[in-house]
């Protein structure tokens, strides 16, 4: 368990202080370099949370992961950084089905730097790329587009800006909700156990691998490869997919993504079954 490791895993260089400009460098570096993936539960192994077994994984092994492991690996490395670091669970807003998860469906962290808050999250797979201000609920505009986080009592709405309706209202669509009570990581275990085995769960369901890119995104999910490509204001998003052989995506995983699996991978894109309970 070596800091230096990760920041070097990750592309990070030079001094690193607890400061927000190295927030914002080891939280975008991150991204682009440690892959949203899933391959684990695919290839007939399980995903377990010991900070030890992820730094295996995610640094020496150079994988990636989902929620519960890059988020909780570089949780791990913000509090080694001397960032003030609180854990907290969100429910994701099921892009499929339009529902949200149970509670701890998602594994996010609050920064308190210099008397402000900042929202940190590595284990979206498409959500913002910098840490995003607590202390405001308007429009933070990123390269990739704008997000707000909108208060409704106690819980707070992490939304996307979507394009804008035919009247000229500006849409936003909530990607999850959370609130600011402190979690444990051994809080996430039930359902890090959940989404390898449930029907309504994207992880159990689709077979995914996705990094974030200077111009929009790169996935694999089952056997399509899909392109996104972003304008320069992060406004308009182009889409491009294409299907891929199982020796297609091997060669993808290795070149774009820096993976080599150690056991067979089976591709897997099959439909949601919507959770029976609306939280």
Same mark, same amino acid.
């Given at each position: ?6 920041l070097?895993?990750?592309?990070c ?10 927030? =914002?460098y080891?939280h975008?570096?991150? /991204? ?7 391959? $684990?539960?695919h290839? %007939? !192994?399980r995903?377990?949370l010991?900070?030890p ?5 995610i640094?020496?092994?150079r994988?990636?992961g989902?929620?519960?492991?890059s ?6 490395l913000?509090s080694?950084m001397?960032?003030?670091?609180t ?7 099921n ?8 509670p ?8 308190e730097?210099?008397?402000?808050k900042?929202?940190?999250d590595v284990?979206?797979g498409?959500g913002?790329q ?8 308007g429009a ?7 997000? =707000?986080?909108?208060?409704?009592g106690? /819980?707070?709405?992490?939304?996307v800006?979507?394009? $804008?309706?035919?009247? %000229? !209202?500006e849409?936003?669509?909530a990607?999850?909700?959370?609130t ?7 809080d ?7 989404h390898?085995s449930s ?6 369901c689709?077979?995914l691998c ?12 089952g056997?399509?490869l899909?392109t ?5 204001d992060?406004?308009?998003t ?9 020796e ?16 067979p991978l089976?591709?897997?894109d099959v439909?949601?079954?919507p ?5």
């Amino acid at each position: 368990m070596d800091a230096q490791k990760y920041l070097a895993r990750i592309g990070c260089v030079g001094r690193c202080p607890p400061t927000l400009e190295t927030l =914002r460098y080891v939280h975008l570096n991150d /991204l682009m370099t440690v892959p949203f993936e899933n391959l $684990t539960i695919h290839t %007939g !192994e399980r995903v377990r949370l010991e900070l030890p077994l992820l730094y295996e994984k995610i640094v020496v092994r150079r994988r990636g992961g989902f929620c519960y492991e890059s988020n909780g690996l570089f949780s791990w490395l913000l509090s080694q950084m001397g960032f003030e670091v609180t854990v907290l669970s969100a429910q994701v807003r099921n892009r499929f089905t339009g529902a949200y998860g149970p509670p701890f469906d998602h594994f996010i962290m609050m920064v308190e730097l210099d008397g402000r808050k900042w929202l940190c999250d590595v284990g979206f797979g498409s959500g913002f790329q910098l840490p995003l201000s607590l202390e405001t609920d308007g429009a933070q505009a990123q390269s990739h587009g704008a997000y =707000r986080l909108r208060s409704q009592g106690s /819980l707070i709405f992490m939304e996307v800006k979507s394009e $804008t309706d035919v009247s %000229g !209202e500006e849409c936003w669509t909530a990607q999850y909700k959370f609130t600011l009570e402190p979690r444990r990581r051994d809080d996430f275990r039930a359902m890090c156990d959940y989404h390898q085995s449930s029907a309504s769960s994207i992880f159990f369901c689709k077979s995914l691998c996705s990094l974030l890119l200077p111009s929009g995104r790169v996935t694999v999910m089952g056997r399509r490869l899909i392109t996104t490509c972003s304008s320069s204001d992060g406004q308009q998003t182009t889409k491009t997919t294409r299907d891929l052989s199982d020796e297609e995506i091997t060669e993808l995983l290795r070149e774009k993504f820096g993976i080599a699996l150690h056991s067979p991978l089976t591709p897997k894109d099959v439909e949601i079954v919507p959770p029976p309970v609306t939280y």
